[in-house]
């Protein structure tokens, strides 16, 4: 059965902290691996790995893939307040575009 | 700006009633569509994948006479929940791939909050 396990399940930090959310996976039919932040109403896209070590940035935010560990991860460096939130990974399957998601971590960042 | 525009965003409704959500692709085309499902603190359960001028495709334990789903043509998918009981209580989301080559993201619409009393 297709299956993405994040980790940690919640991170209490101070601002400017850096933080690593994990993420793994096993699924059969790999497309690609994405990540989503949730606040209080559904996810927004942040990124979209298909390619192993090639890293994705968007300001304070990154993250790669490594298709043969079948893992990725997402860094945030010095957090704030507002990232607050619960970050998820869902790999895409190749052949439905279903996407499986994971758990989520519940990210806290603390003035 | 959003590109999957989901509607109503809350309901507060009795028991029995049936519940119609909209999802819309604003600016492209969608012949997929994607309903999920979440529960308080939990993560985010797929329930079916609504395939315009199609029958849907439900995922397992999900009731097809329960969770009404038409998608009638290429930007809009409705969910109908019918004779809601307090149980179908829950955050409902859409989302919609832009395109059909499988290499752009999918976006969600802003979620149904249900609440049946």
């Known amino acids: 059965e297709d299956k993405v396990v994040q980790s940690p399940l919640s991170l209490v930090v101070h601002e400017g902290d850096t933080v690593t959310l994990n993420c793994s996976y096993e699924?059969?039919?790999?497309?690609?691996l994405l990540w989503y932040k949730q606040e209080k109403k559904a996810p927004t896209f942040l990124f979209m790995l298909?390619?192993?070590?090639i890293e994705k940035k968007s300001g304070r935010l990154s993250s790669i893939l490594d298709k043969k560990e079948l893992f990725s991860i997402l860094n945030i460096t010095a957090t704030q307040t507002g990232d607050s939130a619960v970050y998820l990974c869902?790999?895409?399957?190749?052949?439905?575009?279903?996407?499986?998601f994971g758990t989520g971590t519940r990210l806290q960042v603390f003035p | 700006g959003a590109v999957v525009s989901q509607h109503p965003s809350r309901v507060i409704c009795k028991s029995g009633t049936s519940v119609k959500i909209e999802c819309r692709s604003l600016?492209?085309?969608?012949?997929?569509m994607f309903w999920y499902r979440q529960f308080p603190k939990q993560s985010l359960m797929l329930m079916a994948t609504?395939?315009?001028?199609?029958?849907?495709?439900?995922e397992q334990g999900v009731e097809k006479d329960k969770f009404l789903i038409n998608h009638a043509s290429l930007t809009l998918s409705t969910l109908t929940v019918t004779s809601a009981h307090p149980e179908d209580s829950s955050f409902y989301i859409c989302?919609?791939?832009?395109?059909?080559?499988?290499?752009?993201?999918?976006?969600f619409g802003d979620g149904t909050r249900l609440s049946i009393l």
């Open positions: 609504s395939n315009e001028g199609s029958k849907a495709t439900y």
């Open positions: 600016d492209f085309q969608a012949t997929t």
């Open positions: 869902a790999v895409a399957d190749y052949n439905t575009d279903k996407l499986i």
């Open positions: 298909t390619s192993s070590g």
């Open positions: 699924v059969t039919n790999f497309r690609s």
């Open positions: 989302s919609a791939p832009i395109g059909t080559d499988g290499n752009q993201p999918q976006h």
